[in-house]
């Protein structure tokens, strides 16, 4: 009886211990959108940045970083952006539905957009 009553312990410590705290992450992101609002878009990416070093980003996060990079300089970033777009349509982020709400001023080609909405609808 005592080793099943410890092995329980031992169980419920380590899930407590595992448990992940989104409160941290949803915080920056808050802020975030908060200074993509007020047009602070360099400050928006040290904010998402922090997020995503606190957890792994959801996939409209990753869009939020984009957008924002592209709102700094769409050429200069142009790779990491797609890079963003990708992770995010993987992530089944619904990466269109975002493009059409808040439009990026980069360029992207129809047969990008294609595999974004195809990653989208698995």
Not at 70 to 81: H, L, R, V
Request: hydrophobic residues 40%.
């Amino acid at each position: 009886m005592k080793k099943l009553l410890l092995t329980i312990i031992f169980l419920v410590t380590i899930l407590v211990c595992k448990g992940q705290n989104y409160i941290p992450y949803y915080n920056q992101i808050n802020e975030a959108e908060y200074q993509i609002y007020r047009e602070n878009y360099q400050e928006a990416i040290g904010l998402l940045d922090n997020a995503f070093r606190i957890e792994k980003p959801h996939a409209k996060d990753l869009y939020l970083k984009a957008f924002c990079l592209d709102k700094i300089n769409s050429e200069a970033n142009k790779n990491e952006i797609i890079s963003l777009l990708k992770k995010a349509s993987i992530n089944k982020g619904d990466v269109i539905y975002w493009i059409k709400k808040q439009p990026l001023t980069i360029e992207l080609s129809d047969v990008f957009l294609g595999k974004l909405k195809k990653e989208d609808e698995r």
